[in-house]
């Protein structure tokens, strides 16, 4: 109950002040173009859409070494996007999210594996910028390309010293592992509350236990730490992500870094179904135009068929418009350095734990009905109803209690998910 209480202190004091911008900031809005940030995004996104027939290619790979091919990110490395959210400190773009997501879902019309996995790391860059400056130069110190992983399940045990911690347990889930040199992980530290630990590779070991129905190509391998010293700098509180009183604020100051850290990692182990959904919407369209030999008007009468690619043409929309919509809305607030209503940051939580079973309710409509050949293993749209439904199994993708939150926050309840 203390731990709750302080959080709910902390956020309490965010929202009813708006802090005093800075001349630094100020002075980085005026002389900052818009226009070229806008610019360097639509020039990555084509880049990554250009990626799409080797991304496909190699899905037989990915699925054969159960891991994101050495390729797929060397090529995204190529691309940008890796630095996507990083700070210009350290050579990234910060671009804003709703840019980051568009490339991810255009990742995912190729591959979900590998979407999956590159989102996961590539986001991790937004939350470093958020931690201590010294665990920054860490990472990024000399080489802007370094990559981190995680796995935020609080499974580890903890153990205070006068400078830090002494980690040790297993974590599951840490996708794209085996292509990065560090990792996030996340414990309770006792008297306190939930923190994520940043740890080198020297300090860990990869197991290899990735045997999954679906995303096989996302290397979700366990990680191993036993008895790792953590230095504090190098842990991030889950109440500075939630009440936005990160560290990392002293040195990057785009208004990119005044989103809430969950509300942005949550998004990338949806977002990837939406793009699977849309993949597969294509190929059941192929599936059916094929069947008619050229001849549309053999489909005229086909009511179920019709229906099926309507449903699913407005689900892909709508989930697209609501994840867009949504950081364009919390983008806006950041720019003008104003904070986002906890009922807001609530319903962004719970809607976008809802594109999981939105989009399987998509592609359940277009397997069922997409024949004979759907079944055999080599299928295109078999695996994407695998990857969809293996998705769901995260813990971020079940909306029971994100639904309940809302509504008790909108009957005027008290806030009980802290990483919103």
């Excluded at 940030?37 to 290619?57: C, D, N």
């Excluded at 804003?96 to 590998?114: K, W």
């Excluded at 297993?170 to 939930?194: F, K, M, N, Q, T």
């Excluded at 990119?256 to 059941?284: D, K, M």
Aim: with cysteine; glycine share 6%; net charge neutral.
């Amino acid at each position: 109950m203390q731990i709750v209480s302080e959080l709910a202190r902390l956020i309490q004091l965010r929202l009813m002040r708006v802090p005093t911008v800075s001349s630094i900031r100020d002075k980085k809005r005026m002389t900052t173009n818009p226009s070229d940030k806008q610019s360097t995004a639509a020039e990555m996104l084509s880049t990554i859409r250009g990626l799409a027939p080797a991304l496909k290619g190699r899905i037989p790979t990915a699925i054969r070494d159960r891991r994101v091919p050495d390729e797929n990110i060397e090529a995204l490395k190529d691309a940008g996007f890796f630095l996507a959210l990083q700070p210009k400190k350290y050579g990234g773009h910060e671009l804003d999210p709703q840019d980051f997501f568009r490339m991810q879902l255009a990742i995912a019309e190729s591959c979900m594996s590998t979407a999956w996995a590159s989102g996961i790391i590539a986001v991790h860059a937004f939350q470093l910028a958020l931690m201590d400056k010294r665990a920054q130069e860490d990472v990024w110190g000399t080489d802007i390309n370094t990559r981190v992983s995680s796995s935020y399940a609080p499974l580890g045990k903890v153990e205070p010293t006068a400078e830090g911690f002494r980690l040790s347990g297993r974590w599951g889930w840490s996708s794209g592992c085996d292509h990065c040199s560090w990792v996030l992980l996340g414990a309770i530290v006792p008297d306190e509350g939930y923190r994520t630990f940043l740890l080198p590779r020297s300090d860990y070991q990869i197991i290899d236990t990735w045997q999954s129905m679906g995303l096989q190509g996302t290397g979700s391998n366990d990680i191993l730490v036993e008895h790792a010293f953590v230095p504090d700098y190098r842990t991030h509180k889950q109440a500075d992500g939630f009440a936005g009183t990160n560290p990392g604020r002293e040195v990057n100051q785009a208004p990119l870094y005044q989103l809430p850290w969950a509300q942005t990692f949550v998004r990338v182990v949806s977002t990837p179904a939406i793009g699977a959904a849309r993949a597969g919407l294509n190929l059941y369209k192929d599936m059916v135009t094929n069947k008619a030999s050229g001849d549309l008007t053999k489909l005229s009468s086909d009511n179920s068929t019709l229906e099926r690619i309507a449903n699913a043409t407005n689900a892909i929309e709508e989930m697209e418009a609501m994840l867009l919509r949504n950081f364009e809305k919390m983008m806006a607030a950041a720019e003008l350095n104003q904070s986002i209503a906890l009922t807001d940051r609530a319903l962004y939580r719970y809607q976008a734990s809802l594109v999981i079973d939105r989009s399987i309710e998509v592609i359940d409509s277009l397997f069922s009905s997409a024949g004979g050949s759907s079944v055999l293993n080599n299928s295109a749209i078999q695996q994407i109803f695998l990857d969809i439904h293996t998705a769901r199994a995260h813990v971020a993708n079940n909306p029971t209690p994100f639904s309940r939150n809302l509504g008790a926050l909108l009957l005027g309840a008290e806030n009980q998910d802290f990483f919103i």
